[in-house]
């Protein structure tokens, strides 16, 4: 496909927001191109949603939600909005120019507006052992299961929240043995969580779901609720997980495939970039840009939507790409918002349970930074908590500054599974608010680039 020096919209991500927003895009005739560096649109949540589509009966176990995704990639289809599948969005400059890289050559696009849908990332989770052979995120179990049936037999999954009772109930449903579940939520909920139930009684489907999970969890594994000192044992590869249960008995379940999950934060990396102001989201800990109920930004003309400006779920993502969309149309052509306010109150409606999931999966500072100094905290460059705390103590104010101590954040991954991590261990030590510890500055490209890629861009410049 020839893409064209300059689009109304261009839309960076096509799970549930992205699309969303380039069909309303599309329905009010913006010429509107979709990067994604995934083969086929779908994102996380819908991943391999055109090619499962016509398998529904075989893949079942997917569960309803996930085929929910299959309506709206077929109304994206039909509208006139352009795909580039295999795209990897490595800058975006203030005035709207976007740069990406496909099949070995680098290309840059003009936008009148862009709309950043990169969604969430999963919350690194630490502990030790985390970087051996045999253990892989829930994320990545989930993949397994929704590219090609696969997933790995008589694994331990260790962590908690809501898409990690999903997927070990999809892979229950696919037939998969889960030899055991080592839960680290609490066992009881507090009254504030109780309190915050009362909103989340608007989606009330959605909580008997999560009960039902659980309750078939619980009746089909070796469940065990509370788990506190999670360590992954192992030399070469993983052989094992210990933890604590709740009557304080420490435990050890042999295994060879663990998967671990703490929840998800948003996929940062590019609004950082790009330089867009951002805000500490205390209840979600993590980072979030500052943005309008619409997703406008700090900078005039790039937005934000979906999980990217906090996470909020797939249908409450998919309402806050249609309303940037609309905002964008609107901003353009100068016409009014009739649906707006109705999608604001659907969007609001479905985000309400998020106060009670993140209270009720807040995750402990046990998980955030590892009890073992040994433990890796920066993969990429092979640090350990020890290596890190070193640095802090030599006087390190802040993530930036202990780059040039001991390079940590400064890998392939640019800070994605470390930065957070990074930014408790320095809390932890100066004391104040996390916020004030700032994140890492993350620079362009945001992607490794390599010099044939940009000779192919000065090429186009040359010719243009």
Known sequence: MSVKSHYDLVIIGAGPTGLAAAIEASQHDFSTLVLDDQPAPGGQVYRHITQNRDQRQANSYLGADY??????????????????????????????????????????????????????????????????????????????????????????????????????WQYLKAGFAVKAVVDTAPARMRLRQYLLALPALLQPGLLLKGLRWRAVIRRKTDYHVAATSVAITGDRSATGVTFQTADGQRQTIAAAHVFIHQGVVPNVNLTMATDLAHRWHSRQLCWTPRTDMYGQTSVEGIFVAGDGMGISGAAAAALSGRLAARRIVANAKGSPLFMAPIWRVLKWRQAAIRPFLDHLFRPPDEWRVPQDAETIVCRCEALTKADVVAAVALGVSGPNQLKGYCRAGMGRCQGRMCALTIQKIIHDHNGGTEEAVGYLRVRPPIRPLTVGELAALAHEDASG
């Open 67 to 168: 085929w929910l995704g299959a309506d709206l990639a077929d109304e994206f289809l039909q509208v006139s909005a352009e795909l580039l599948s295999e795209s990897r969005v490595w800058q975006i400059t203030r005035d709207r120019q976007v740069f990406f890289s496909r099949q070995g050559a680098a290309q840059k696009v003009q936008a009148g507006a862009v709309l950043i849908a990169t969604g969430a990332m999963e919350r690194p989770m630490p502990i030790s052992g985390w970087t051996l052979p045999g253990v892989m995120s829930v994320g990545a179990a989930q993949t397994m299961l929704k590219t090609g049936g696969g997933g790995a037999e008589e694994a331990v999954f260790v962590g908690s929240g809501p898409l990690f009772y999903l997927t070990i």
